[in-house]
């Protein structure tokens, strides 16, 4: 199993992001894809969740603000995030699983200051 995750950078608060995580060695369309976030010195917080029947979920803190979407037919998984803050501001790590994430990306960086 890979997961690559890119799309993460220094963006001002307000501003939006794309983030993208390209999965292989595994049958993406039937897993569950998730994103989470680690600000150092702090635990993992789970974002968000698209399951492998589409359906999605989203934790209170981004509720709104971002949105979560997977392509199957290119084995990625999409996190859109809208009118960031500067407590959205971690290292953004893509995982997949089923039922439980199991896998998971290196990371990518996102900074949102002015």
């Known amino acids: 199993v890979q997961l690559v995750e890119s799309g993460g950078g220094l963006v001002q608060p307000g501003g939006s992001l794309r983030l993208s995580c390209a999965a292989s060695?595994?049958?993406?369309?039937?897993?569950?894809m998730g994103w989470a976030r680690q600000v150092p010195g702090k635990g993992l917080e789970w974002v968000s969740g698209?399951?492998?029947?589409?359906?999605?979920n989203y934790a209170d803190s981004v509720k709104g603000r971002f949105t979560i979407s997977r392509d199957n037919a290119k084995n990625t998984v999409y996190l859109q995030m809208n009118s960031l803050k500067p407590e959205d501001t971690a290292v953004y790590y893509c995982?997949?699983?089923?039922?439980?994430?199991?896998?998971w990306g290196q990371g990518t960086q996102v900074t949102v200051s002015s």
């Open positions: 995982a997949t699983g089923r039922g439980t994430l199991k896998y």
């Open positions: 060695g595994f049958t993406f369309s039937s897993n569950d």
């Open positions: 698209i399951y492998s029947d589409g359906s999605t």
